[in-house]
């Protein structure tokens, strides 16, 4: 159980996750002026005490996976010095409290895998001005998004995995336009309409996940100022038209999913990849041509092709296509090429007349 006489010494701090407590949080631990409790990954029961959400010097409060904590966030507390709150993968439960923003010091709100949390996120939430981290992935909360939410300026991390709250039709000119996001989930949210131009707001993204959604027409030229994307997931909706030539301002790609869309026409602008990892586009998208690409042909069987000619000095040609060995270390560390992808641990460099063609899970 929880361990007796806490509210009897000094501890301010206490850290006792993964210790398989049993029994409810006592009331005695309330006359401690607590700044981090870390209560997580145990068998607590009960409710959480409406003295520990009253607090005014818990700065740090973790409940996360504590199946048998039950009832959910009450409306009127004031936890005035919360920086870090975390309850995901629990079974906390109902509507986040119209007053959230109250809570002006909280920087971090994880709610994720805690199914039994519904509702919409309460447009008071916008007060809170130095949020930087919010996981509401696979919660049960449903939109619209609040008009408030575009005040979130210090937003860096948001997941929003497998629920609704984007899904309205201006929830993405919202997002878009908060430009201190890295990591952006919006994965299954059954999002409509286009992909607005304030997407190049987006400046400092490194993931961008738009996966398995609604979204139609074509990619905005803005999509070139995604200068620090590390994974672009565009895969599963009705995007249409051709790939932008823009996109070849896109640098250092590790991942880039465009599949199961309705592109047309070549994926064929250079990219300079540092660190080359998966590509993945679809088949009837056609490989880069050799003008311009610095990449010879792949000769015919039985032919050769001069050393100086090769993309690299080991490159083999392979069915059509260039190889070169993964573990080659190029000049400088990079080499100006089109389309990269992984097969079997070798760098592909599809050349002209070629396609390239993965699987859904990107298994290059």
């Not at 993968?89 to 920087?107: H, M, R």
């Not at 599963?236 to 051709?242: A, I, P, Q, T």
């Not at 060995?325 to 190029?330: E, H, N």
Request: charged letters at 10%.
């Amino acid at each position: 159980t929880f361990p007796n006489g806490t509210g009897s010494t000094n501890l301010t701090t206490l850290v006792l996750r993964a210790n398989k407590l049993t029994g409810p949080i006592p009331d005695d631990a309330s006359t401690r002026p607590w700044g981090t409790l870390e209560l997580g990954s145990n068998n607590l029961t009960g409710t959480v005490p409406l003295w520990l959400w009253n607090s005014s010097t818990i700065g740090r409060l973790t409940l996360a996976q504590n199946g048998y904590l039950t009832g959910g966030i009450p409306y009127g507390v004031t936890p005035t010095s919360l920086t870090f709150l975390d309850i995901s993968y629990s079974n906390f439960e109902g509507e986040l409290p119209s007053d959230i923003g109250n809570w002006s010091a909280l920087k971090t709100l994880l709610l994720g895998f805690s199914p039994r949390i519904n509702g919409s996120l309460p447009s008071s939430i916008g007060n809170l001005a130095d949020l930087e981290y919010l996981d509401a992935q696979y919660t049960s909360l449903t939109g619209p998004l609040p008009q408030s939410f575009a005040s979130l300026s210090q937003l860096s991390k948001l997941f929003l995995t497998n629920t609704s709250v984007a899904s309205g039709s201006d929830s993405l000119s919202i997002i878009f336009n908060l430009t201190k996001l890295e990591s952006l989930y919006l994965e299954n949210n059954g999002i409509t309409g286009t992909i607005p131009e304030s997407i190049g707001n987006l400046t400092r993204v490194l993931r961008l996940i738009l996966y398995g959604n609604q979204l139609e027409g074509t990619l905005p030229v803005s999509i070139r100022n995604l200068a620090s994307i590390e994974a672009l997931d565009l895969r599963m909706n009705r995007l249409n038209g051709s790939i932008p030539t823009s996109m070849s301002y896109i640098l250092t790609p590790t991942v880039i999913y465009l599949s199961q869309n309705q592109f047309s026409g070549c994926f064929d602008q250079p990219t300079v990849i540092t660190y080359p990892d998966r590509c993945q586009i679809d088949a009837n998208l056609c490989g880069c041509t050799t003008a311009g690409c610095g990449v010879p042909a792949c000769p015919s069987r039985g032919s050769n092709v001069s050393v100086v000619d090769k993309p690299a000095p080991t490159a083999e040609c392979r069915n059509g296509i260039w190889v070169i060995p993964s573990s080659i270390t190029l000049s400088g560390g990079q080499v100006l090429i089109r389309n990269p992808t992984l097969i079997g641990g070798d760098l592909v460099i599809v050349t002209s007349n070629s396609k390239l063609s993965l699987s859904p899970s990107g298994g290059a």
